[in-house]
T-cell receptor, first 114, second 114 residues
């Protein structure tokens, strides 16, 4: 069982549409990170959310951290083909905050068709 | 500033052989983490090193080992290779490895065991 559950697993949309990816857990996290990974490359950090209820915007990407710090979402407005990739959420549970290891969700593969 | 460098990029080995993968972190970063990425299991934490000390280890058999040198470069070794060890091995570096700090990933080493 994954510590972080991501949904959906796959998402295929047309250019210009909006999409939302979810990351949920039964554990409380001190922070959650979102990464994007393109084929043949390593993951690239997009954002870190730290405070419960926090909303961060990165151009057309909006990240939200749940009030209870157990979940997060990534919303992309007017998706473009360049947004195609594997989106991963990751974090360290608060109970394991002395551990230096990130747990990753299984990822959401996003395909934006031109 | 140079990114995280992993060598080699691709590797094909036979069952029973052993393999050593190398990771050069970003200059000044003292924490290096290793992950295994497979389609079925996603990104799984292997171990993390800081100043030549292993601080945390994931749930992998003893065939997987690693080390870090005084210049922060790290190697991981897999002995007695099995078909299931075929995966993308990713290395990530960060200044301290502490919570909420950004981790930078290399492009990975694609290991195929035949």
């Amino acid at each position: 069982t994954q510590l972080l559950e991501q949904s959906p697993q796959f998402l295929s949309i047309q250019e210009g549409e909006n999409l939302t990816v979810y990351c949920n857990s039964s554990s409380v996290f001190s922070s959650l990170q979102w990464y994007r990974q393109e084929p043949g490359e390593g993951p690239v950090l997009l954002v870190t959310v730290v405070t419960g209820g926090e909303v961060k915007k990165l151009k057309r990407l909006t990240f939200q951290f749940g009030d209870a710090r157990k979940d997060s979402s990534l919303h992309i407005t007017a998706a473009q083909p360049g947004d195609t990739g594997l989106y991963l959420c990751a974090g360290v549970p608060l109970q394991d905050s002395n551990d230096y290891k990130l747990s990753f969700g299984a990822g959401t593969t996003v395909t934006v068709r031109a | 500033k140079a990114g995280v460098t992993q060598t080699p990029r691709y590797l094909i080995k036979t069952r029973g052989q052993q393999v050593t993968l190398s990771c050069s972190p970003i200059s000044g970063h003292r924490s290096v983490s290793w992950y295994q990425q497979t389609p079925g299991q996603g990104l799984q934490f292997l171990f993390e090193y800081f100043s030549e000390t292993q601080r945390n280890k994931g749930n992998f058999p003893g065939r997987f080992s690693g080390r870090q040198f005084s210049n922060s470069r790290s190697e991981m070794n897999v002995s007695t290779l099995e078909l299931g060890d075929s995966a993308l091995y990713l290395c990530a570096s960060s200044p301290t490895g502490r919570l909420n700090t950004e981790a930078f990933f290399g492009q990975g080493t694609r290991l195929t065991v035949v």
